[in-house]
């Protein structure tokens, strides 16, 4: 076994957390996994991972160990690919983050088409709508939506997602339907705090090149997308929220638009990755996806 494949089962076992999972991800009996790893402990000179009955983890030493192996396999593979010609070749596995509800509208659905065109690459699909720690999750690349922290990552626009303003039916035929911001006066709004911050936003539109805000009142405080919108359908307020995430409640008659010359701002959609020298083929591939998939999936 060359110290390349050693790199490539050390990386599988941090990744799974688990020697029985690794074991049945490369295809390989348990024992090999766990002679790989001793006989690159041995070569390195350092213990490499922490073992308990239940989890594998890397210590201080691994954790460092780990990232260097991923850019050694990313460039050994890059160098293999080199003369290939076609994308569909390129191979490899990477982890990706993306919001909750984009997550499960947008990106899963979609999934089955990339790997359909590039069948040696597989994903693992992280959905959350909390900020992961890309380096200590091992994570190759996130999407995210919003004005990003200055985090010290590459950041990559995909354009700009579109938000809209709407309420129920029931909601409406209780507060009567704004036409503009100066109907506002009596209405409520379901609240939303940032899970990172806990900061509500106001209510905001656009007049001009001027971006407006205001706070309305509201009977209830969410802190996740699914709630929002779950709190707007059951007549509790008028929400801001982007376009695509409601588009089958307004279809159904479930939700209505509303006030449309005065939305939102548009919220940046950018994809993040760890801070690399270069990305490898089956991450910028899936990047470029992912991408071209956003703008399609949210244009107006």
């Known amino acids: 076994?060359?110290?390349?494949?050693?790199?490539?089962?050390?990386?599988?076992?941090?990744?799974?957390?688990s020697f029985t999972r690794a074991a049945d991800t490369l295809a390989l009996p348990r024992s090999s996994v766990s002679a790989?790893?001793?006989t690159l402990e041995a070569r390195v000179g350092t213990r490499l991972l922490h073992?308990?009955?239940?989890?594998?983890?890397?210590?201080?030493?691994?954790?460092?160990?780990?990232?260097?192996?991923k850019r050694l396999i990313a460039d050994v593979e890059d160098a293999e690919g080199l003369f290939r010609h076609s994308d569909e070749q390129a191979a490899?596995?990477?982890?990706?983050?993306?919001p909750g509800r984009?997550?499960?509208?947008?990106v899963a659905p979609a999934l089955p088409d990339f790997l359909a065109r590039h069948p040696g690459i597989s994903v693992t699909l992280g959905v959350t709508d909390r900020a992961v720690n890309m380096v200590e999750d091992r994570v190759d690349c996130a999407l995210r939506v919003g004005t990003l922290s200055d985090s010290g990552?590459?950041?990559?626009?995909?354009?700009?997602?579109?938000?809209?303003?709407?309420?129920s039916p029931?909601?409406?035929?209780?507060?009567?339907?704004?036409?503009?911001?100066e109907d506002l006066a009596g209405h409520e709004a379901v609240l939303y705090a940032s899970p990172s911050t806990g900061r509500v936003e106001d209510w905001e539109w656009v007049e001009g090149d001027q971006v407006h805000t205001m706070p309305l009142p509201g009977r209830v405080t969410v802190n996740s997308a699914e709630a929002y919108i779950?709190?707007?359908?059951?007549?509790?307020?008028?929400?801001?929220?982007?376009?695509?995430?409601v588009k089958a409640d307004m279809l159904a008659g479930r939700l209505v638009d509303l006030m449309p010359d005065h939305r939102p701002e548009p919220m940046p959609m950018t994809l993040l990755y760890p801070h690399r020298q270069h990305l490898s083929r089956r991450v910028q591939l899936f990047a470029g996806w992912l991408g071209g998939l956003m703008r399609e999936a949210t244009a107006p």
């Open 36 to 38: 790989a790893i001793q």
């Open 1 to 17: 076994m060359d110290r390349i494949d050693l790199f490539r089962i050390f990386v599988r076992v941090v990744d799974c957390a």
């Open 51 to 69: 073992r308990t009955t239940r989890r594998v983890a890397p210590t201080h030493d691994g954790t460092a160990f780990y990232e260097r192996c």
């Open 230 to 245: 779950a709190c707007c359908l059951a007549g509790l307020g008028m929400i801001q929220i982007p376009a695509y995430d």
């Open 170 to 181: 029931d909601y409406l035929a209780r507060h009567g339907i704004p036409l503009s911001p």
């Open 102 to 106: 984009i997550g499960r509208l947008i």
């Open 153 to 167: 990552l590459i950041a990559q626009s995909v354009g700009d997602l579109p938000l809209i303003n709407v309420a």
């Open 92 to 98: 490899g596995h990477i982890r990706v983050d993306v």
